[in-house]
């Protein structure tokens, strides 16, 4: 088993970049993919990015989206640039354990969650 933390959110102004950072801890070796995942109010949880682990691979919803990670810190990054008021929302750390999935970007494939991070973009 992963446990997650993610952090880095909260208040920015529209137009602005911003990094949220996920760190694993415990069985880090079966890791195939850490992504990040968001929530607005009302809404359902929305693929951002992913990450495929060893490889380095990314996978985005929109460009300006931009996954890292550290290999030897067990750390994935996301990097939100030109944000939007839109882009309001808990983003959740997760991560792809035992396995690879193509199916990516569904929420069921990811069983191992950070607590979320807020990240409030104003206009």
Same mark, same amino acid.
């Given at each position: 088993?992963?446990?997650?933390?993610?952090?880095?959110?909260?208040?920015?102004?529209?137009?602005?970049?911003?990094?949220?950072?996920?760190?694993?801890?415990? #069985? /880090? %070796?079966?890791? $195939?993919?850490?992504?990040?995942?968001? *929530?607005?109010?009302?809404?359902? @949880? &929305?693929?951002?990015?992913?990450?495929?682990?060893?490889?380095?691979?990314?996978?985005?919803?929109?460009?300006?989206?931009?996954?890292?990670?550290?290999?030897?810190?067990?750390?994935?990054?996301?990097?939100?640039?030109?944000?939007?008021?839109? #882009? /309001? %929302?808990?983003? $959740?750390?997760?991560?792809?354990?035992? *396995?690879?999935?193509?199916?990516? @970007? &569904?929420?069921?494939?990811?069983?191992?969650?950070?607590?979320?991070?807020?990240?409030?973009?104003?206009?």
């Amino acid at each position: 088993q992963v446990q997650l933390k993610d952090s880095g959110g909260g208040l920015v102004q529209a137009g602005s970049s911003l990094r949220l950072s996920c760190t694993a801890s415990g #069985d /880090t %070796a079966r890791l $195939y993919g850490m992504g990040w995942f968001r *929530q607005a109010p009302g809404k359902e @949880r &929305e693929f951002v990015a992913t990450i495929k682990w060893r490889e380095g691979i990314p996978y985005v919803a929109e460009p300006r989206f931009v996954i890292t990670k550290d290999q030897v810190n067990n750390a994935a990054y996301l990097q939100i640039n030109s944000l939007k008021p839109e #882009d /309001t %929302a808990v983003y $959740y750390c997760a991560a792809l354990y035992g *396995q690879w999935h193509w199916n990516y @970007r &569904e929420i069921d494939p990811y069983k191992h969650w950070g607590q979320g991070t807020l990240v409030t973009v104003a206009s």
